[in-house]
């Protein structure tokens, strides 16, 4: 079986104002028979709310575009 997808979980810590993220691995996603998918769940954290990221398997996560700059002209007005 061919592992697709790793299963993750986004951690927060830290205190307020200065809280940090990290990735946690919880399980695995792979190729199943007739063209399906298999889910392996290693592990359940604490406070979990049930939400989980698929990361492809073999990519790193890239890091978010930097914030645009508001100029105050809103370019979706279509006129």
Known sequence: MALRYKLMYEKKYGQ????KVTMIQ?????????????????????????????????????????PQKNDGFDDDIPF
């Open 16 to 19: 307020k104002g200065q809280e």
């Open 26 to 66: 919880i399980g695995a996603i792979m190729d199943g028979k007739d063209g399906g998918f298999i889910m392996k769940l290693e592990m359940m954290p604490t406070g979990w709310t049930g939400w989980a990221i698929l990361e492809a398997a073999g990519q790193q996560r890239q890091a978010p575009p930097p």
